[in-house]
Each structure stands twice: as C-alpha cells, then as structure tokens.
C-alpha cells in the first residue's frame, strides 16, 4: 500500500497527514507516494498535520487566572464545545441558594465572538427566579445545563470590547445577574 | 543546520533603524551587539519571527575596552532572567568590522553554541536567535542568522522591513530558492523599466504576496501581480466558481460554469497565472484566511492583500499587521441601489503597515458584526427565533439577533476597479516606488471628485493591536478560527 492509502483508512484528507510505520527500532516515517509492503499486524501512525484550535487557550487561561486571583474558583471543560464553569458564585440573601455554578460556553471565533448567555445546572431552584428567560438543556462535563437568556454585551447591554471584556468581567456581570434575583 | 526549513524575520523600519544606530555606532572597525525580545510563530516552512524590542547593555554589560563584543555575566543573567519571565524569545545581534563580511567566526560559533545550551534549562522552550548584521562597500546592509529551536538549527532566509517601502534582504549565506524570472522579466517590465528604473522594476521577482479572496477583487488585483512578473503567489479561497462569477472574476471563462463539480476559484487564479507567467510558484489553499495552515502560509509573503467582504478577513489583516508585521491591503467595495438606480458606487482601500491603526481602532469592526459572521449555524438559528420570539412580545429583539452580514450586489466594473487600484498601490508598495496617498481612502465613482475622504489613524494605545505588536504567537488574536469553519486544504 501508499503512503496515502494507509492515511486514507483514517483520514478524509490524506494529503495533510504525516504517516510513520510503528518497529521495533523506533517509528519509520512512510511518504505519502511511498509503497510499503504490508505484513500481518504491521501498524501505522496517522498525524494530522492541520491541526485548528477553536480559540487562544493562553487567553482565555489569562482571564481565569485573573480570576483565580481573586478568589473566584473557575474550570473549563473542552467537549462538547469549550465553556468555563464559575464554581460557587454568591447568590444574593433571601433566594432558594447561598451560591451556584454557572457555566458560559467559549464563543466560536474568540475573542470575535462575543460572550453571551449563562447555563445553570438543570433543576436549580435559581432557574425560576433569576432574569431571563429559560432555553435549551445541554451536556457539558457529564452534567445538564439549562440555559437563560442574559445579554450584558449585546443588545441594550454593554458594547464588546475584545480589549477590555472577557471571561474576567463577564463574572461580576453573572455576580450582578444572580443579585437581580427575585 | 536545517536544509529544508528556515527563519523570516520581520520588523519595522523605525524599529530597525533605532537597531542599526546602536549596533553600527562603533563602525566600521568596532564591533557591537544587543539582546532583543522577538515574537514568534512554528511553521512547518520554519519560524516565522518578529522583532519585539531591544534590551540594549548597561554601562559595563559589553566591555567597551574591546574591539569585539565581550559579554560580562550580568548582561547574559539578565537575558535569561529576561527569557525565563516571558513568552516572548530572546535573541542576540551584534555587527561585524567593515569587509568582515556576516559568516560565523569561531568565537561566534562558541558564542551560540553556549547560548543554545543555555536556552534549553531557561525559559519555556522558546528558540534563540542570532544575527549578525554588517554594511556592504555601499553602505546597504547584509545581514545573516540562525535560530536553535527544538535541538536544529535553521539558517535565516530573509530580513524584511515595513516601513514607506516594502524592504526584503536575504541572507547571503542562505542556500534556498532564488528569484529565477530576472531575464525572463525584463522584456516583459519594459513599460516599468521605462516608469521606475530596471532596479525597481526586477524587485517583483523574488516577492510573495498573498491573496486572501479570490473573486470579484481579488482575481483583478492577482491578474496585475502576475503580469507584473511576481513569482510567488499563496491563494487562498473557500469557494468554488458559480455562474454569477463569470461577470466579474478575471481569468474566468463559461465553460467554467459547466464543469462538475465546479472548480475551485483558487484553481482559475492559478490558470490565469500560469498563462501569464509559467515559471510563477503557486500554493493554492481553499480554506479561510483563520485557518492555521493559511496563517503559516501568509507569513511567508512579503505582502497580502484582503480582497473579501468579511469582517473576519478584514480582522486577520489587521492580527497579520500588528502581530506579526505582515503588510496587507485592504480592498472593499459597496455598491447600493434604488429605483432602478445605482446610488453608490464606494471603493475602500486601506493599508496595514507599520504604525498604521488596525480595524478595531478604526472602528471598522462592528462586535456584532463580526459575531453574527463566526457564530455556528445552529446558535445563529437559535439566536434568529428567539430575536423573533422576542419581537412578537414586544420587547427588543436585538439582544438576540442584530442581523447578519449583507449580500453586497458587487458588480465587475466597480470590483476590477478596487481591485487593481489596490494592485497598483499594492505593487508600487512592493517596489518602492511610490507609496499610498492616505493610509485609508474613500471614494464614490458616481459622486463629483468621487467625493474623495483620505483618513490617517494611528494605534489606539489600548487596542491589542499595540498591546501585542510583534508579539506574533506569544500575543493575542482579534479573532481565532472557529471550531466548526472547515479546515483548510491545500490543493496539488
């Protein structure tokens, strides 16, 4: 077999993988027009080589650590989308919680995507009772989420500024968005 | 030393000239020296490199006593120190004595040896650079280099500067491909021989420019690079040819229309150059300009010019501009009509250079603009039903849903006019013979004096353009490319 058909088993797009024949002197990179004889249980190495990432992980690690600083406790999971989790965010006295996590999903194309919406974990008491409305359930981290519609950066709220907001500010907006509880 | 992959460094022309005041005050017969911060970017090419700042020596950090540059230990702790508290790379440049030419002499050899050893415990693993800078018997600079990086060295190809002209030097130590079109060219640069001076006219040669967008723009503007005798172009077009692109996309024909599948666009830009120019070096990649691939790619090009109607691209040149101090152009049209009339005819060109105001300090980019465009289908649907959902309650529905970007009726006599007019501003760039008028232009062909508006705007300094300025990698993108965009592919 080629180079490219050993690739083209697993990969759509042959012709930006890397393969490499797995021995037992080490792996032995195999070009994509190069013939290999294939003997029982041989095995191979497909690498992609056009690899994307959906966002600046350093950016958005920049804002949480600013967080973290501050005392806030913020984790992100990667599937099915990227979100961050605030962990513990004060809810305001008098509502049926003393805190909550809220998850906010990373916007496609950011920071040119704007931050937008919150998710709290599916059968919150603070779902009824904190503004907006309530929307789609979803999975993240092996937990339900249910959305509600907030906006501090579109609409009538705040204008985005790639330069001054991020996944740091957007936590005293949840902070506010949770006090204004009824 | 690497033979397959090299090192481009980039830098302003200000920012170089302040670099060849210190390095040549001790000219011609003493040598001098710097530290210096660089971005950088992995490519599979090599590295593409950015000059940050200099970390010049403290009085007794280079003994002036000594005609060669001899280090006291401080100034080398203070540069790992340096190292060891950034993301940012440090490298170090220091000249040669007049007619000592750029070659590593021995102490230079034990100098990067010692410094590439030392960059392995320091840091996170940023490469290190060296340069040795010297003057030819005409004043005019030589520079050569080498970057450790990963445990290989890669020799540096070219220096190129931004500033009023586009400057490339290469390395006279670099073995790699050179301009190949010179006697070939000058026949057909007659006219801008005649124009500028055979010197200017063969610098097309060994140019790379980019072009993110392939169409209405686009196809002018390449078709002018190709007769100008450019040899290398990067194309770079997600869509295929459709049959309302026959009106306006140069080097196009209708049997085009009748293929299948239809061909891509960046498949007709590389006919139409071929045709003009069989010896040009094409690399066609159907993808978007936010892609990895095709950010690696533009980094290999002396220009790029922006020839789409997307917030995102116009956002990439700007991040191509400021953090990697790649110049683009940007080229744009906006049509309208009324009563079966045409009411405007607007052509933009803007050019991103050096201290040249990105998009977003422009106030180019609407934020929800340009959130509409990267938003995944679903959300967009989402976010369309509940703005709806929100109308019908009588609230604002704009919280949700602002619109999404318009479908511009270009037609091609208003695109091959942007487009070339960008060419040409492009080439003369390009050339060092002329530069843009205005850092950005306005003007309506159907308005008297086409209502002509010429802006000049600098960084706003709160803007991450002059935050991250040639932070490459190790500063931050406007805007990245979303998960769900289809990657790139780069086609035979």
């Known amino acids: 077999m080629k180079g490219r058909e050993i690739a083209k088993l697993v990969e759509e797009h042959p012709d930006q993988t890397k393969v490499e024949q797995l021995t037992a002197a080490g792996p032995k990179p195999v070009g994509l027009d190069e013939e290999v004889p294939i003997v029982s249980c041989d095995e191979f190495k497909v690498i992609r080589c056009n690899i994307n990432a959906g966002f600046q992980a350093e950016r958005l690690e920049r804002e949480l650590s600013e967080l973290r600083v501050r005392g806030a406790n913020v984790s992100v999971v990667g599937t099915p989308v990227a979100a961050v989790i605030y962990h513990d965010v004060p809810v305001r006295a008098g509502l049926p919680a003393g805190s909550t996590d809220v998850l906010v999903k990373v916007p496609a194309g950011y920071p040119g995507g704007i931050i937008d919406n919150a998710f709290l974990p599916e059968g919150s008491p603070l779902l009824s009772c904190t503004p907006g409305g309530e929307q789609q359930v979803e999975s993240f981290g092996g937990r339900a989420w249910k959305q509600k519609s907030i906006h501090p950066y579109t609409g009538n709220g705040i204008p985005w500024n790639k330069d001054r907001h991020g996944f740091h500010t957007y936590y005293t907006e949840l902070v506010n968005w949770l006090n204004a509880g009824k | 030393m690497s ?97 000592w030419g750029v070659t590593p002499s021995p102490s230079d050899d034990d100098m990067d040896e010692y410094f590439a050893r030392l960059s392995r415990p320091y840091g996170a693993g940023q490469p290190y650079l060296s340069l040795i800078a010297n ?66 006219a063969i610098r097309s040669g060994g140019a790379t420019v980019g072009f993110v967008g392939c169409s209405g723009t686009g196809s002018p503007a390449i078709e002018t690079f190709a007769r100008a005798q450019v040899e290398n172009f990067v194309l770079v077009d997600d869509q295929r040819f459709a049959l309302s692109n026959l009106e306006r996309v140069h080097g196009s024909v209708r049997r085009d229309a009748e293929e299948d599948p239809l061909p891509y666009k960046v498949e007709l830009m590389a006919r139409m150059i071929r045709e003009i120019n069989p010896a040009a070096r094409i690399t066609k990649l159907v993808g978007n300009g936010l892609d990895d691939e095709v950010l690696d790619e533009l980094l290999r090009c002396d220009l790029v010019l922006g020839c789409t109607d997307t917030l995102h691209g116009r956002a990439l040149l700007g991040d191509l501009a400021s953090l990697y101090l790649v110049p683009a152009i940007d080229v744009g049209v906006r049509p309208q009509g ?90 003369n760039w390009l050339l060092g013979t002329a530069g843009l008028p205005h850092q950005r232009m306005q003007f309506d062909l159907g308005k008297p004096e086409f209502g002509f508006v010429g802006l000049e705007e600098g960084r706003l300094p709160e803007c991450g353009c002059a935050r991250w300025l040639a932070h490459g990698d190790q500063g931050e993108r406007s805007v990245t490319m979303p998960a769900h965009f289809p990657r790139a592919v780069r086609l035979p």
Not at chain 2, 29 to 37: A, L, P, V
Not at chain 2, 409 to 416: E, K, N
């Open chain 2, 3 to 99: 033979a397959t992959r090299a090192v481009r460094l980039r830098a302003s022309r200000s920012g170089w000239v302040a670099l060849e005041k210190l390095l040549f005050h001790r000219h011609p017969r003493r040598e001098w020296g710097t530290y210096f911060r660089f971005g950088y970017r992995r490519t599979p090419w090599g590295l593409a490199v950015s000059l940050v700042d200099l970390l010049p020596a403290r009085p007794g950090e280079l003994a002036r006593s000594s005609p060669i540059v001899s280090f006291a230990p401080e100034y080398i702790s203070r540069a790992l120190d340096e190292r060891d508290g950034t993301r940012l790379g440090i490298g170090f440049i220091h000249s040669h004595p007049s007619g």
């Open chain 2, 135 to 200: 003057r030819d018997a005409a004043g005019g600079l030589v520079l050569s280099g080498r970057a450790f990086d990963g445990d290989e060295w890669l020799p540096v190809s070219h220096l190129h500067l931004s500033g009023t002209t586009l400057e490339r030097h290469r390395s006279p130590l670099w073995l790699g491909e050179a301009a190949s079109v010179k006697h070939r060219a000058t026949g057909v640069l007659a006219r801008w021989a005649a124009l500028a001076g055979e010197g200017a």
């Open chain 2, 338 to 427: 009324k009563n079966g009339q045409v009411t405007s005819q607007l052509i933009e060109i803007t050019r991103y250079g050096d201290g040249d105001a990105c998009p977003f300090c422009q106030g180019r980019i609407s934020a929800a603009g340009l959130n509409a465009e990267l938003m995944h289908p679903e959300e967009r649907e989402r976010c369309i039903a509940a703005a709806a959902a929100a109308i019908k309650r009588g609230e604002d529905g704009t919280a949700y849903w602002q619109g999404g970007p318009p479908q511009l009726p270009a037609v091609g006599y208003l695109t091959t006019t942007a487009g070339a007019m960008a060419a040409g501003y492009g080439l």
